[in-house]
T-cell receptor, first 115, second 112 residues
Framework: GAVVSQHPSRVICKSGTSVKIECRSLDFQATTMFWYRQFPKQSLMLMATSNEGSKATYEQGVEKDKFLINHASLTLSTLTVTSAHPEDSSFYIC???????????FGPGTRLTVT | QKEVEQDPGPLSVPEGAIVSLNCTYSNSAFQYFMWYRQYSRKGPELLMYTYSSGNKEDGRFTAQVDKSSKYISLFIRDSQPSDSATYLCAMTLKAAGNKLTFGGGTRVLVKP
């Protein structure tokens, strides 16, 4: 159990466009989902935490109007990168936790390239 | 000083050797400890989860927590080339809403 999927796995978009990334918990209900960003050879950087039905909590320095997060159901969270720029190119990874649990289960990641 | 320190490696070992990884942390309030394995261009995979001092074993993996020394370890027995990856320690406080604080990761190379 505890499988998390992400879609798409890779996406290339043009500068100025928006792109949506989906994160799904396939075999459990995820009351909390997290979005991370990872640059090459670096550890994961938490961008935001989202609880089902609530607004996301963003980490300091993360623009909430640029990175829109929606956690509309217990199995789905989406991250939309709006007006993407080349510096937004990165590896985006989501994770999910069950209610009352401490461990997080990660998705396979989405590689975003903005040209 | 980072909250969680982890040697970046790379740690190179021959196949069949024991891989020894560790992290030190500064916040004594951390309660829950995890080890993740991350292959290149993939998401992290949870290997071990512990919350008390002592050892926990799962197959070839043993996780060790020493809260008095603020030190955690992961041992991999009979290492295989497929164990070559980056290993991340992570820890959390209940009060932090289960947000994970990660170490920087240790890159491990198991040579056949």
């Amino acid at each position: 159990g505890a499988v998390v999927s992400q879609h798409p796995s890779r996406v290339i978009c043009k500068s100025g466009t928006s792109v949506k990334i989906e994160c799904r918990s396939l075999d459990f209900q995820a009351t909390t989902m997290f979005w991370y960003r990872q640059f090459p050879k670096q550890s994961l950087m938490l961008m935001a935490t989202s609880n089902e039905g609530s607004k996301a909590t963003y980490e300091q320095g993360v623009e909430k109007d640029k990175f829109l997060i929606n956690h509309a159901s217990l199995t789905l969270s989406t991250l939309t990168v709006t007006s993407a720029h080349p510096e937004d190119s990165s590896f985006y990874i989501c994770s999910a936790s069950r209610q009352g649990a401490n461990e997080q289960y990660f998705g396979p990641g989405t590689r975003l390239t903005v040209t | 000083q980072k909250e969680v320190e982890q040697d970046p490696g790379p740690l190179s070992v021959p196949e069949g050797a024991i891989v020894s990884l560790n992290c030190t942390y500064s916040n004594s309030a951390f309660q829950y400890f995890m080890w993740y394995r991350q292959y290149s261009r993939k998401g992290p995979e949870l290997l071990m989860y512990t919350y008390s001092s002592g050892n926990k074993e799962d197959g070839r993996f043993t996780a060790q927590v020493d809260k008095s020394s603020k030190y955690i370890s992961l041992f991999i027995r009979d290492s295989q080339p497929s164990d070559s990856a980056t290993y991340l320690c992570a820890m959390t406080l209940k009060a932090a809403g289960n947000k994970l604080t990660f170490g920087g990761g240790t890159r491990v190379l198991v040579k056949p």
